[in-house]
């Protein structure tokens, strides 16, 4: 049985409500006033709240504010219940996150079709959240475990070898031994990096609009690719086309969003296809650019990206649990950008990020 509760100062109004609800079978709850509103959603946290904006002591604006600052009460759906002569109440309201208004005088048909829309709504929001969790969590216990074990198979089985039969390798075997142990350690530091941040991003969706200028986001960009670039020994395809510019974001969040989509270029392309790494102002933004002419994504998986989400491994069994794209869009979001992704299949992809920035200095090519 879905709950309402009307928060409403004029009893006559709010036992009219009350009553309308109940005869369509819904559990209703009312409050005289907008402190007890707080108090009922609270204890109740109802599927939907009517409130009323002009009330004493603590407004319709008041009860929604405090309510969105609660996690337990944050996503409940809320309708203002008011007159057209509280315009500049509504625009404020519906800037604090309300869902819909409803204007008075309305008929017990108006009302009923307005809430019902609304829960509707909200629950196919719910339906939509819950199948992309399921999702989530097929992906994770599913690539998880491959991706953890990959490198810690190579870690244990040459260790191992080097443990038990020291004596069978040759000085020149060694280091051959020492480097895929190396790389397969770094490969599972990166995973578990990764993993970290990915939550700690989950956690931190708002509050990063603090402004941090980074005059040299160029020379970092083209820093960061070369290393990129060298670590798959593919230095000649790489095309670096950089222009001075200061970004608003920290260098160590800048960083990981570059290193990120770089190595996303190099991992799904082949040695010879070039990787075309660009960065300049336009406006008041800071954009850059990572294009390769690899395998590229379909349309219809663009708008799957997600963590841990990997499109046709079977046949590609790339490294990593799909985490790049997701954090470093994480990221970007943060701190006020953008990043958007274009690719076809077998043509390759461009990925482009817009951050706040401002011009500096003169164009210069690396």
Same mark, same amino acid.
């Given at each position: 049985m879905k709950k309402i509760l009307i928060v409403e100062d004029q009893k006559v109004l709010r036992d009219e409500v009350k009553y309308w609800f109940a005869f369509e079978g819904y559990a209703t709850f009312a409050a005289a006033d907008g402190k007890e509103g707080v108090e009922l959603a609270k204890k109740h946290l109802p599927d939907l709240i009517l409130c009323d904006i002009m009330m004493p002591e603590m407004d319709g604006n008041e009860v929604l504010s405090e309510l969105r600052q609660n996690p337990s009460t944050s996503l409940i759906p809320f309708v203002f219940m008011t007159a057209m002569s509280d315009r500049a109440q509504i625009r404020s309201g519906m800037e604090k996150g309300a869902d819909d208004y409803i204007t008075k005088p309305f008929t017990r048909n108006e009302l009923l079709k307005a809430v019902n829309a609304r829960l509707d709504k909200a629950d196919e929001v719910h339906e939509r959240s819950h199948a992309a969790l399921q999702e989530l969590r097929y992906n994770l216990i599913t690539s998880l475990p491959h991706e953890l074990r990959t490198p810690l198979n190579a870690i244990l089985g040459f260790g191992q070898m080097l443990k038990n039969f020291p004596e069978s390798f040759s000085p020149e075997e060694l280091p051959l031994m020492g480097d895929r142990i190396y790389t397969s350690a770094n490969r599972l530091y990166r995973l578990i990096q990764n993993y970290l941040l990915y939550a700690q991003l989950e956690l931190k969706k708002t509050g990063w609009a603090q402004r941090f200028e980074l005059p040299d986001a160029d020379e970092i960009l083209a820093k960061i690719s070369q290393k990129v670039a060298a670590g798959y020994k593919r230095q000649d395809d790489l095309i670096i086309n950089i222009e001075k510019g200061i970004a608003f974001i920290p260098e160590l969040e800048f960083s990981k969003v570059v290193e990120e989509l770089c190595d996303n270029a190099f991992k799904f392309s082949a040695p010879g296809q070039k990787v075309t790494v660009h960065c300049g102002i336009k406006d008041v933004f800071f954009t850059m650019s990572f294009e390769d002419h690899g395998r590229g994504i379909a349309a219809q998986d663009l708008t799957k990206i997600g963590a841990f989400?990997?499109? /046709?491994?079977? %046949?590609? /069994?790339?490294? *990593?649990?799909?985490? *790049? %794209?997701?954090?470093?869009?994480?990221?970007? /979001? %943060?701190?006020? *950008?953008?990043l958007t992704i274009d690719s076809s299949p077998e043509r390759g992809t461009i990925i482009r990020v817009t951050l706040p920035g401002r011009f500096e200095a003169s164009p210069i090519a690396g």
């Open positions: 989400m990997q499109f /046709e491994r079977k %046949l590609q /069994e790339q490294q *990593g649990f799909g985490l *790049g %794209l997701i954090i470093s869009r994480r990221i970007v /979001e %943060l701190f006020d *950008g953008t």
